[in-house]
């Protein structure tokens, strides 16, 4: 941030070791940091600040996000092999080993903690789901199934502590059309729905602003603002197809990533909050999501 210097392929320049394929996802926690290489069923453990490789985590199917529960044990949703094995993987983070899996809709994806509880968005994955899974984060235990719109995708807690998600849509046949939906944690219940009028844009990449008031989504591409207050969707904020979406929760500048022909280098071009043009950089292949340290 200070310099704007990019280093890319930073695991493989520090470790002499390719990371593997897909990485999906990215987490700091503890001040490591947990890459979840989604084709190679692995979590790479690292030093957060120099990215030295710590430890590895094998026993998952087809891992997807990971998300620190406490001190001694995170989550990760896993699609598993041909969607069998669907579920929310227990880690022991002190010994780096996957546990228990607790049975999730299909697909799970993004999770988010609130309380004693962790939420899961059920995407489909493979086939097709409409669902939350609620899980008590001391027990392991499913507590509540929660239906929501069809491919749940992306989830935040705003400052009140409400959830909110954005679901996709199914693509069909028949497509369905996508919604943003506001959940109260205190009776797990949709209080707020807002549902998106066109059927072929499928909404994803939910994010949240520092201040927690402010949700930013892609539409078709194009990146759109809510404030947790507003009454209706609003129109596009940056007019433009993107392929992911990411937002600094240090200064609120927001990340838009091109993942240009799937085959070579993609961008990432960054804005602040004005929708103005602040500078661009190149990454490498389908860059699909950003973790802030």
């Given at each position: ?9 930073i ?75 669907n ?7 002190a ?11 299909t697909?799970?994806?993004n ?10 968005t ?30 749940p ?17 199914s ?26 009028s066109?059927s ?11 201040t927690?008031d ?33 937002i ?46």
């Open positions: 941030r200070s310099n704007g210097n990019v280093s890319n392929n695991f493989q320049s520090v470790n002499s070791l390719p990371i593997g394929n897909v990485l999906q996802s990215m987490e700091i926690y503890n001040d490591k940091g947990y890459l979840v290489v989604n084709n190679a069923q692995k979590i790479e453990v690292v030093n957060a600040s120099t990215f030295a490789s710590t430890g590895k985590i094998t026993g998952l199917e087809q891992p997807r996000y990971f998300l620190g529960i406490s001190a001694g044990k995170a989550y990760v949703t896993q699609w598993g092999a041909s969607g069998a094995n579920g929310v993987k227990v880690i022991d983070l010994g780096n080993t996957a546990g228990a899996l607790i049975p999730t809709g697909g799970p994806e999770m988010a903690l609130s309380g004693n509880f962790v939420y899961v059920n995407t489909g994955g493979f086939g097709t789901d409409s669902t939350l899974t609620i899980i008590n984060k001391t027990t392991d235990l499913v507590s509540a199934t929660l239906k929501v719109g069809d491919s995708n992306s989830i935040q807690v705003d400052k009140n502590g409400k959830i909110w998600v954005l679901c996709g849509g693509y069909g046949p028949p497509a369905t059309a996508g919604k943003l939906v506001r959940i109260n944690p205190a009776s797990n219940s949709i209080e707020a729905s807002f549902d998106f066109n072929s844009i499928h909404p994803n990449h939910l994010v949240i602003n520092k927690k402010v949700l930013y989504y892609l539409s078709g591409g194009e990146i759109c603002s809510f404030a947790i207050n507003a009454t209706s969707l609003s129109s596009s904020l940056i007019n433009r197809s993107f392929y992911s979406l990411g600094d929760p240090s200064d609120d500048v927001i990340y838009a990533a091109n993942a240009g022909n799937f085959t070579g280098n993609g961008s990432v071009l960054r804005y602040n909050t004005a929708a103005a043009l602040i500078d661009s950089f190149q990454v490498g292949i389908v860059p699909g999501n950003f973790c802030f340290k």
